[in-house]
Nanobody
Framework: QVQLVESGGGLVQPGGSLRLSCAASRSILNVYRMDWHRQAPGKQRELVASSHSVGTTTYADSVKGRFTISRDTTKNTLYLQMNSLKPEDTAVYYC?????????WGQGTQVTVSS
């Protein structure tokens, strides 16, 4: 069993920045893939960014060049640095980790981009 706890969400003005964190209850040293997803009101949950243990990262087209996913294995934490935020980035952001035969989700953290 793994617990994932997100933090760092909040209210920010357009053009602003936030950094989300996802702390895992176990070592992430050998975890192959960790993701950030988001779900806006009335919309389906979508994949925002993925971090692979081999060092590669992938992003949704809508966030490329603005968001950066990273992981710190010494802190068992996944991050999402979000810059140049837009109102359409408003959503609940979730950390997701496929782990063995299971998959785990955090509880989500709200990000609201509004003036």
């Amino acid at each position: 069993q793994v617990q994932l706890v997100e933090s760092g969400g909040g209210l920010v003005q357009p053009g602003g920045s936030l950094r989300l964190s996802c702390a895992a209850s176990r070592s992430i040293l050998n975890v192959y893939r960790m993701d950030w997803h988001r779900q806006a009101p009335g919309k389906q949950r979508e994949l925002v960014a993925s971090s692979h243990s081999v060092g590669t990262t992938t992003y949704a087209d809508s966030v490329k060049g603005r968001f950066t996913i990273s992981r710190d294995t010494t802190k068992n934490t996944l991050y999402l640095q979000m810059n140049s935020l837009k109102p359409e980035d408003t959503a609940v952001y979730y950390c997701h980790v496929p782990w063995g035969v299971s998959e785990y989700w955090g509880q989500g953290t709200q990000v609201t981009v509004s003036s």
